[in-house]
Antibody, heavy 131, light 113 residues
Framework: EEQLVQSGAEVKKPGESLKISCKAF????????IGWVRQMPGRRPEWMGI????????RYSPSFQGQVSISADKSINTAYLQWSSLKASDTATYYC????????????????????????WGKGTTVIVSS | DIVMTQSPDSLAVSLGERATINCKSS????????????LAWYQQKPGQPPKLLIS???TRESGVPDRFSGSGSGTDFTLTINALQAEDVAVYYC?????????FGQGTKLEIK
């Protein structure tokens, strides 16, 4: 079964660092874009950014660029979302999600990658930042 | 960013009746590279992650009941739920993946009348 298993809830203080994880099972992890989505209580989901584990190509939403760091370790099928200095406004549930996508190839080389909708989701990691 | 606007914000429908949720994008999400509409619909129940229902505006995900259907073109899209069941109570979101950042509508809360 294809699934994404996220790390557990966190309670942190402002200014602290944090790295949460998302481990993939049941599919070829390097071959799919995997993204992170923030959802504050009662609000719409917000797409934060995405990584292609095969080559670590990473893209960020302008709203989150410089605020978080996305990484992946394809040897252990795991993606990460990291903060260097948390703020109270980072309090939210964070989901990882696999994106369906496609590639444009030229002579056997990927020259462009596209990512689309999110078809497999983790259960979410709740992060509470409070003094 | 492409702005996605849903209507209504909330909706109460009787069991067995039809629910219709609308979504409007601030620009076309029809991509010329593949001539496909880059729009998805998700269902989210309390305490759960969003669940993909429909991609490419009208392609139902495997395992999704056929009472769920998507339609639309250009900038106006509709999610229709026929013969509403109690388990359909949820918040429904549209999302564009035409261009990053992939943005969601504000959600429509569906309840039983």
């Amino acid at each position: 079964e294809e699934q994404l298993v996220q790390s557990g809830a966190e309670v942190k203080k402002p200014g602290e660092s944090l790295k949460i994880s998302c481990k993939a099972f049941g599919y070829s992890f390097p071959d799919y874009w995997i993204g992170w989505v923030r959802q504050m209580p009662g609000r719409r989901p917000e797409w934060m950014g995405i990584i292609y584990p095969a080559d670590s190509d990473t893209r960020y939403s302008p709203s989150f660029q410089g605020q978080v760091s996305i990484s992946a370790d394809k040897s252990i099928n795991t993606a990460y979302l990291q903060w260097s200095s948390l703020k109270a406004s980072d309090t939210a549930t964070y989901y990882c999600a696999r994106h369906q996508g496609s590639h444009t190839m030229f002579r056997g080389v990927v020259i462009n990658s596209y990512y689309y909708y999110m078809d497999v989701w983790g259960k979410g990691t709740t992060v509470i930042v409070s003094s | 960013d492409i702005v996605m606007t849903q209507s209504p914000d909330s909706l109460a429908v009787s069991l067995g009746e039809r629910a219709t949720i609308n979504c409007k994008s601030s620009q076309s999400v029809l991509h010329s590279s593949n001539n496909r509409i880059h729009l998805a619909w998700y269902q989210q129940k309390p305490g759960q992650p969003p669940k993909l229902l429909i991609s490419w505006a009208s392609t139902r995900e495997s395992g999704v009941p056929d009472r769920f259907s998507g339609s639309g073109s250009g900038t106006d899209f509709t999610l229709t739920i026929n013969a509403l069941q109690a388990e359909d109570v949820a918040v429904y979101y549209c999302q564009q993946y035409y261009t990053p950042p992939n943005t969601f509508g504000q959600g429509t809360k569906l309840e039983i009348k």
